[in-house]
Structure formats: structure tokens, C-alpha cells
């Protein structure tokens, strides 16, 4: 399972962003968890072609069951609302509905360290773990909805397809979502209905359910102190002109961990 999903734009990084799922990464996760999904079933099986869309070929002179024991086509389309402009029923389309920023704090989390335990060892085998600061922390969350239209020819479709993507959120792939940073609230199958499509009927179906996401932000720690240098020059000092023989030059490093293991 993979999304399409990466950084156009230089801002995230000059900035220390190293998560911010609001709009593009939940969609695309959604699209990836739902054709993951439906690639194991049998009869509603998704496919895609060589490219890495839904393999929608022509059905002419193909038997009615292709797809189901092949990949020879996909049996169902998964994909962005408005991305596809044929016609390929059964489909599942997700539509994004915007989000709406949460904080978790008043100061956003400002100014919470983030540390690295370093473990340092002495010459007699003494071992002690030392936590320096790598980060600042900042950290919100967005809350918005998604939107999932089932369309198809059947009633049956429809039926089969609402109830499979219902608990497909609602049980199934909650965990998926939840460790990929998208926590889904129950979600709520809306009322059937259906359209004239030129000939023929369109029976519809639409599935919506609210998310969280969050954003965080590390700014790196700079200017840590790595070691101390103590120098001591020998020389006699009641002589107002004396001159520092580089030889009794005395020059000693002294690391952070180093003093505050002697000192432990």
C-alpha cells in the first residue's frame, strides 16, 4: 500500500515541519486504504495497470468474469472525486471537505524539549546516560471530513459496497489509519439513492466520517556546549616582562560528559 503523496514545496523543511497531514496526505491515505482493501477480494477486486491507476480497460470482447480470477481488469474503481473523467461503475470516489485547526494547547506546545540519551563511559568501565536537547517541539491538530460516493448500476452493488467501506473505517483498517497518523471517527452511511444516466440507472450511495490529523514541528537545538578547554601557562610571574615558554605549555580537554561524570 503506497500514496502518491510527497513535499512539492521547499517551506516544510526550511521550516522543521516533520508532520503536517490537513488536507492532501489524509485523502491519498484514504484512496490507498480503500484499494488495499478491495485488492483482496475476488469479485469487487481492485486492480492497477503499470502505471499505478485502476486498471479500467476495454471491456469490449471480454468475459464476464474477468478480473475476478485475473488482473485483467479492475472489477471496481477507487479513486479521487473529480479525478476521473470516463465512466467506470462501480466506483468509489473520496472528497476531501476541508479541516479545521484544533490547538492542543494556547502556546501550541511552544518550547517543549525534545531530548537524545547519550550513554558515556570512563576508563574504569563507569557508564552514565546523559539526555541533551535535540528539539523544540510545536504541535496542533486539524480536524476535517471525508467524503466516500458510491456509485454503480445494481442495487445489490451499491448495497455490498456501502456496507464493505462502512466497516472498512469503522473496524477494519482503523489501526492502519490510526499508526499512519489519521484517527477516523465513526462513520455514517447516508440514505440510497438514485439518477437517470442516459439509459440506464445510477444507484448512489455516500459515506461520510470525520477525522484527525495532527502537525508537528521540531526546531532543532542549537549552540549545545560539546567541551570545556582549560589552559594553563607556567611562568614566573613577578617578572612584569616574562615570557610563556611554549614548552611548560599545560593544555587540557575537558568534555561536557566528562565533568559531569566527575562529579556524579
Not at 576508563?123 to 467524503?147: D, H
Not at 477494519?172 to 438514485?194: Q, Y
Not at 477525522?211 to 532543532?220: G, K
Request: with cysteine.
Amino acid at each position: 500500500m503506497s500514496t502518491n503523496n510527497f513535499a512539492r514545496s521547499d517551506l516544510q523543511n526550511l521550516y522543521h515541519y516533520v508532520q503536517y497531514s490537513a488536507l492532501v496526505y489524509p485523502k491519498e491515505m484514504i484512496i490507498a486504504v480503500l484499494r488495499d482493501f478491495f485488492s483482496r477480494d475476488s469479485y469487487y477486486h481492485f486492480t492497477l495497470d503499470e502505471y499505478g491507476f485502476a486498471k479500467t480497460v476495454d471491456h469490449t470482447d471480454l468475459p464476464l468474469n474477468a478480473g475476478i480470477y485475473d488482473n485483467a481488469t479492475t472489477r471496481v474503481f477507487i479513486g479521487e472525486n473529480y479525478r476521473y473523467d470516463g465512466i467506470h461503475y462501480p466506483a468509489i470516489l473520496v472528497k476531501a471537505n476541508g479541516a479545521k485547526y484544533v490547538p492542543l494547547s494556547a502556546n501550541r506546545e511552544a518550547g517543549a524539549p525534545l531530548y537524545d540519551p547519550m550513554v558515556y563511559e570512563d576508563g574504569y568501565g563507569n557508564q552514565t546516560t546523559i539526555y541533551t536537547p535535540r528539539a523544540l517541539l510545536f504541535a496542533g491538530v486539524w480536524e476535517g471530513s471525508i467524503t466516500i460516493d458510491i456509485l454503480t448500476r445494481s442495487l445489490r452493488s451499491r448495497d455490498d459496497l456501502a456496507e464493505l467501506v462502512g466497516i472498512c473505517f469503522a473496524d477494519t483498517m482503523f489501526d492502519t489509519l490510526r499508526v499512519a497518523g489519521i484517527v477516523v471517527k465513526p462513520p455514517n452511511i447516508g440514505s440510497p439513492s438514485e439518477s437517470e444516466d442516459r439509459n440506464d440507472k445510477l444507484f448512489q450511495q455516500t459515506i461520510t466520517f470525520d477525522i484527525r490529523t495532527e502537525w508537528r514541528r521540531e526546531v532543532p537545538v542549537q549552540n549545545i556546549i560539546d567541551s570545556i578547554l582549560f589552559t594553563v601557562d607556567l611562568a614566573y610571574l613577578e617578572d612584569k616582562n616574562h615570557v610563556t615558554d611554549p614548552n611548560f605549555a599545560i593544555e587540557t580537554k575537558l568534555t561536557l560528559a566528562e565533568n559531569i561524570i566527575k562529579n556524579i
